[in-house]
């Protein structure tokens, strides 16, 4: 289970930080990315980190968002920074299990909104 947090209404210019709570599995063995999606439009890929720890970013965010994971407490967080207000989405939380070059099992969160407006 995937549970999202930290969205919310900012101002552009402003900060705020995602947060992605995995239950059931240890998110060590996933490879775990953030989404977003806008209405009428197709969820497209924000971030991602896999298992070796590779991290990637879609072009609008390079630079501005941070995703890191903690194996740990089993969560990944989204930081953004600079928000604008093309920014605005509702982001969802994915992890995706790879054995063999083949995905296995694809999870996704409920999704949190994120409001960037003056």
């Known amino acids: 289970q995937l549970v999202e947090s930290g969205g919310g209404s900012v101002q552009p210019g402003e900060s705020l930080k995602l947060s992605c709570t995995v239950s059931g599995s240890s998110i060590s063995l996933y490879f775990m990315s953030w989404h977003r999606q806008t209405p009428g439009k197709e969820r497209e890929l924000v971030a991602s980190?896999?298992?070796?720890?590779?991290?990637n970013y879609a072009d609008f965010v390079k630079g501005r968002f941070t995703i890191s994971r903690d194996n740990v407490k089993n969560m990944v967080h989204l930081e953004m920074n600079s928000l604008k207000v093309e920014d605005t989405a509702v982001y969802y939380c994915n992890a995706e299990y790879w054995v063999a070059g083949t995905s296995r099992a694809n999870y996704w969160g409920q999704g949190t909104q994120v409001t960037v407006s003056s």
């Open positions: 980190s896999t298992v070796g720890g590779r991290i």
